[in-house]
């Protein structure tokens, strides 16, 4: 059973397009996040939602947006792609205080590349 | 301005031997850590933690071990095994928001 799965595992795709990646948990987790790995491997947060509403949102350009529909699904939307766009995305699912401090659960990420 | 650090980017162990793993940062006021691990086109999974309350945490082959003085931790991993072999990042927490190091691969030789 896929605790937090994102689509697509892959995306290649053209500068100036729009592009979404999907992320969903099936853990009933109330928080949800989304971060970039960049090419020196550091994962940093990008948005988070707790309950369908944003509570972190950290210096992304505003060509990123973030959608939650529900509190198990957050979309992220990335209009007019740029080379420096390409890296690894991976959502994740916590739910604080219910498995130890803030364990974050993560999906298998989507590696996203801009040619 | 990086306020968790894992200074070796690789580490390479005999089987059997212990691993230490080391995480450094900056905040005081983290009020958990966490240490994840991570195979290649896999996301992170989660691995041990420690309160910042706590000065030592033990999970089986894992142990987390916390030096607030210093602003350090520690994750020993003994005995060390050919599936250990994958990147470990160090992250730190308050509220909602993690902080992660930039990881640190370990290779454990046969």
């Known amino acids: 059973d896929t605790a937090v799965s994102q689509t697509p595992k892959y995306l290649v795709t053209q500068m100036g397009n729009d592009k979404s990646i999907k992320c969903e948990q099936n853990l009933g987790h109330d928080t949800m996040y989304w971060y970039k790995q960049d090419s020196k491997k550091f994962l940093k947060i990008m948005f988070s939602?707790?309950?369908?509403?944003?509570?972190i949102n950290e210096t992304v350009p505003n060509r990123f947006s973030p959608k939650s529909p529900d509190k198990a699904h957050l979309n992220l939307h990335i209009n007019s792609l740029e080379l420096g766009d390409s890296a690894v995305y991976f959502c994740a699912s916590s739910q604080p205080g219910f498995s130890g401090p803030h364990e974050q659960f993560f999906g298998p990420g989507t590696r996203l590349t801009v040619l | 301005d990086q306020q968790v650090k894992q200074n070796s980017p690789s580490l390479s162990v005999q089987e059997g031997r212990i691993s230490i793993l080391n995480c450094d940062y900056t905040n005081s006021m983290f009020d958990y850590f966490l240490w994840y691990k991570k195979y290649p086109a896999e996301g992170p999974t989660f691995l041990i933690s420690?309160?910042?309350i706590k000065d030592k945490n033990e999970d089986g082959r894992f142990t987390v071990f916390l030096n607030k003085s210093a602003k350090h931790l520690s994750l020993h991993i003994v005995p060390s095994q050919p599936g250990d072999s994958a990147v470990y990042f160090c992250a730190a927490g308050s509220n909602y928001q993690l902080i992660w190091g930039a990881g640190t691969k370990l290779i454990i030789k046969p």
């Open positions: 420690i309160s910042s």
């Open positions: 939602y707790n309950n369908k509403e944003l509570i």
